[in-house]
């Protein structure tokens, strides 16, 4: 039997580690809060007290963390995966950082303690993970990554091995950038459609396979049009991946202006409080709920 340790038992992590219990496998949960892990507890999970702890009990270590100096104290940290890390176990990060922080900590752990680094960010949500159809960009060695592969095959239906550490953090970021405007942009289209009086929920079906159709248009629309809030994904992550973007493009010069635009209104919905809901929040920006926004909305 494989042995799991999922670390961060969040909206993602949850959905991974649900998943992996439905293949059988064995799996030890770590997260700040454990009251968190309590309902996958009772599915058979183990709730460790540290991710050393969790480390220990396993031959596969899933981090899915909200960013990179979190992960860094949950790796190298007190009571942290390095204090329980050899040759024998392989770390998957499954979390969104930057590739530059993911390549520093990767080879400071293979340095340390010879344990080597996956870096697996996702796509897909909450949904695609419960279901092994998520999509998954990899970086590192090839060896670890065909080590990682039959895990990783549980997870998703479509993996590709991006290249050295870091890379598979590199795609990631990409997809955020393609994402996060295509968010929107589903978000105006839902806002244009009832104006003119059309019921949103029954464009998806229109569009399916033509050039605007899309997996955001198909499982968002009708969400938007809804307006059902519920979290398959998070604002403030997404904002959390632009201001990366923002960062990484920054440092060389690029400019990125569709989403510094689209980072900022992120912005704007944290602030506003909405940073726990998913992009299906967006429709906030045009039902005028926001604080400043002229007109005084409901729940």
Known sequence: MTHVAVIGVGVM????????????????????????????????????????EASARADFIITSLNGPAIVEQVVFGPGGVAEAATPARLLIDMSTIDPAATARMAE????????????????????????????????????????????????????????????????KLINQIICAAAFLSVAEAVRFAEVHGVDARLV??????????????????????????????????????LDMVEGAALARDIPMPLTSLIADLHRTLVADGYGPCDSAAYMRLFDGHLRGSGREGTE
């Open 108 to 171: 400071r752990l293979a340095r340390e303690t010879g344990m080597k680094w996956v870096d697996a960010p996702l796509s897909g949500g909450a949904p695609a993970a419960r279901e092994g159809r998520l999509t998954l960009m990899i970086g590192g060695d090839a060896p670890d990554v065909a080590r990682a592969a039959p895990l990783l095959d549980r997870l998703a239906a479509n993996r590709t091995h991006m290249g050295a550490v870091g890379s598979g953090q590199t795609v």
């Open 13 to 52: 992590g949850s959905a991974i580690a649900a998943r992996l219990l439905d293949c059988g496998m064995e799996v030890t949960l770590h997260n700040r809060s454990r009251a968190a892990c309590l309902p996958l507890g009772e599915r058979g999970a183990y709730i460790a007290d540290s991710a050393a």
């Open 204 to 241: 998806p079906a229109a569009l399916a396979g033509g050039r605007a159709d899309s997996r955001i248009v198909q499982e968002f629309m009708a969400k938007m049009a809804e307006r059902d809030y519920s979290p398959t994904g998070r604002i403030d992550n997404m904002l959390k991946d």
